[in-house]
């Protein structure tokens, strides 16, 4: 029988144990204790905080298995079709030379590449970028496709000391905007991407909220930024993906609208009302309230919303269980599971015979 999508998971990560070192004196690195037991992590300057081991001495205890048979057959479980991959936001390292950066890039897409040229219909990958050198970057994104990478992935602030309303970025939005391309942003910790950042692991952050809070924080952000900088007039096509529900911008984007009309600041230079700009992203629907998801339908309609799920993280939930309680419309259901998805990936033909 044909192959249908019925599931399609857009928000999953991937270390390959090749990365390591790859970004010269950036790491990343894992550091063992094995007299203490613990394993601690360090990108640039970023250093978590050593963690007791509870596993075997095998370093893949840590991290997602690097044989993709071992995540199909989770998907199996979870009755999953097809799975986005990316890289882990922990490890974007921007904050390497331009040249150690473009190599860790290349070295990482190729693991991307490997990993799910393994298991072709049903995996899929996002391809990385070194943004120490947007040329080097577009050369990537060219390169990347070519073994079947799909859209780009990139942070949603601090490429290497540029955020996304610099103008240095023009060469990738119009390529983005003129192939379809659709950028995914995912935020990263502090420190991980600012070769500045003295102390990432800090005690007056003992909750976490640098990734609790932070991330939702740093989506808005990037969601503003693209509407109020005036990109998103410039390149109308432009196709953007953000994690987590889109942040905080389903509830407070009409706070943003007000600042639009009241010209808070010259800076705030979009053409249009901040609703218009809605159409131009793709939230996933990681909201762990069935209240705010419903609401999260409303507000983004049932078009511009794709399954996610931080497969494997700390924060994983299934996305599909959670689209169940957004609607009971089985064609809105079906978009929301699979049909964006494959829309904005063009996921035709991959996927399981049925």
Not at 168 to 184: F, G, H, K, T
């Amino acid at each position: 029988m044909p192959k249908q999508l019925a599931r399609v998971e857009t928000h999953g990560h991937y270390i390959p144990p090749a990365v390591f070192g790859a970004a010269g004196e950036y790491g990343p690195e894992e550091i063992f204790d094995n007299e203490a037991k613990t394993w601690s992590f360090r990108a640039g300057k970023f250093k978590t905080e050593p963690t007791k081991m509870s596993g075997p001495k095998d370093k893949e205890w840590k991290l997602p298995p690097s044989d993709p048979r071992l995540r199909v057959a989770e998907m199996d479980k979870l009755n999953i079709d097809v799975m986005g991959i990316s890289a882990s936001p922990v490890i974007y390292c921007y904050g390497a030379s331009v040249r150690d950066g473009i190599r860790y890039a290349q070295v990482y897409n190729d693991e991307l590449a490997k990993y799910c040229s393994q298991a072709p219909e049903r995996l899929f990958f996002i391809p990385t970028l070194p943004m120490q050198d947007v040329r080097a970057a577009l050369a990537e994104v060219k390169r990347a496709h070519g073994m079947g990478g799909r859209g780009i992935n990139i942070g949603t602030d601090s490429l290497a000391q540029m955020d996304l309303d610099d103008e240095r970025l023009s060469p990738l939005y119009e390529y983005c905007a003129a192939n379809d391309v659709p950028i995914w942003l995912h935020p990263a910790p502090p420190g991980t991407d600012d070769p500045n950042y003295a102390a990432a692991s800090s005690p007056a952050d003992k909750f976490l909220f640098t990734w609790l809070i932070g991330y939702p924080q740093r989506e808005m952000v990037a969601f503003s930024t693209l509407v109020f900088s005036g990109i998103l007039d410039r390149y109308p096509n432009l196709k953007i993906c953000l994690p987590h529900g889109g942040g905080y911008v389903p509830y407070q984007f009409a706070r943003l609208e007000y600042a639009w009309q009241g010209k808070l600041t010259k800076a705030i230079v979009n053409k249009k009302p901040v609703r218009e700009y809605l159409k131009n992203f793709y939230f996933d629907n990681i909201v762990h309230d069935p209240r705010s998801r419903r609401f999260l339908l409303e507000i983004m309609g049932p078009d511009n919303i794709l399954v996610g799920s931080n497969f494997g993280g700390w924060d994983w939930v299934n996305g599909f269980d959670f689209a169940q309680d957004m609607t009971t419309d089985p064609a809105v259901l079906y978009k929301l599971c699979a049909g964006n998805a494959i829309e904005v990936f063009k996921l035709s033909g991959m996927g399981r015979e049925i």
